[in-house]
């Protein structure tokens, strides 16, 4: 956005970013949130602090000290967001899925050669799991974990030269001792345990207080194909159409190939649906799970 439209929308932002950083105890930090939710919107391809701070004329150490050193509650401000789209968009399904951050060094916390689909290959990358609340028109990237690969957890490392190394590197990247190496699914259950019920956010009783049921979640075939992870969903009562498990998936497939096909075109060649989930567009339709148990 330029400097013009940002100041066109400022006071809805600034009312926007006054409800979602209300938690936050301090003015200034509410404040520099507010700032820094500005400079993301700039123009720019650039969204680093410096850049960022040099299109909004101000100091970049403020922007800086925000986000690295001050002390606020990241997670409520994600839960204020995430129950915010709730009351304002349609929720028709939930979104797992796990992006890839090329980087250059080895310093950046959680940085390893590691595959990313983002990318579509192994390289030198954090990633991250990541769960959005979407509909046909909107979504929003409700919360994140950081992927702790097995190189950087010292705990999980039998080699002492290894583990010491990893351990090192976790100091210097100031990551805390609770975080370690966990499958990508199981960093996925607990963002979705985070975002149920009165203890957590309750984003999804939200959602079905507002459309009678809860969201469909949907994921890749990365997620889909683990067994524990569906059986995991299941136990929850959430619905899981993960992958090629979901059976109204598979009903729909042999709908479709029992039907009359061109002449010389294979019975499944018109069934795109397939490649698409595997590519990770997914984004199932709610009333084909109605009833689903």
């Not at 922007?63 to 968009?89: C, E, H, K, M, P």
């Not at 370690?180 to 207080?209: C, F, I, N, S, T």
């Amino acid at each position: 956005m330029t400097p013009e439209e940002i100041a066109v929308v400022r006071p809805r932002l600034a009312g926007f970013a006054a409800e979602m950083l209300g938690d936050l105890p301090r003015k200034d930090q509410r404040a520099a949130g507010e700032l820094y939710a500005r400079g993301l919107l700039t123009d720019g391809q650039r969204k680093s602090m410096q850049p960022m701070a040099a299109r909004l004329g101000a100091d970049h150490q403020r922007l800086q000290q925000f986000i690295t050193s001050s002390t606020w509650d990241y997670a409520a401000v994600r839960g204020n967001v995430a129950r915010w789209f709730a009351a304002s968009q349609r929720v028709d399904a939930v979104v797992v899925d796990d992006t890839g951050f090329p980087k250059d060094g080895d310093a950046s916390p959680c940085v390893a050669r590691q595959y990313s689909g983002t990318l579509g290959k192994k390289a030198n990358c954090q990633v991250a799991v990541s769960v959005h609340l979407v509909n046909e028109q909107a979504s929003c990237a409700a919360d994140w974990r950081l992927f702790c690969p097995r190189s950087w957890d010292d705990a999980a490392l039998e080699d002492p030269v290894r583990a010491a190394r990893a351990a090192g590197r976790r100091a210097r990247a100031r990551i805390p001792d609770d975080v370690r190496h966990q499958e990508k699914w199981r960093l996925a259950l607990e963002m979705l345990d985070e975002m149920a019920g009165a203890e957590g956010w309750g984003v999804l009783d939200q959602v079905a207080a507002a459309g009678g049921t809860r969201p469909v979640v949907t994921a890749d075939a990365g997620y889909g194909d683990n067994t524990t992870f569906r059986l995991e969903l299941e136990r929850a009562r959430r619905r899981c159409p993960a992958g090629d498990a979901c059976p109204a998936r598979r009903a729909r497939q042999a709908a479709r190939a029992r039907l009359p096909q061109p002449a010389g075109e294979p019975a499944d060649a018109g069934d795109r649906e397939r490649g698409q989930d595997r590519a990770g567009h997914l984004a199932t339709r709610h009333q084909d799970h109605q009833g689903q148990p």
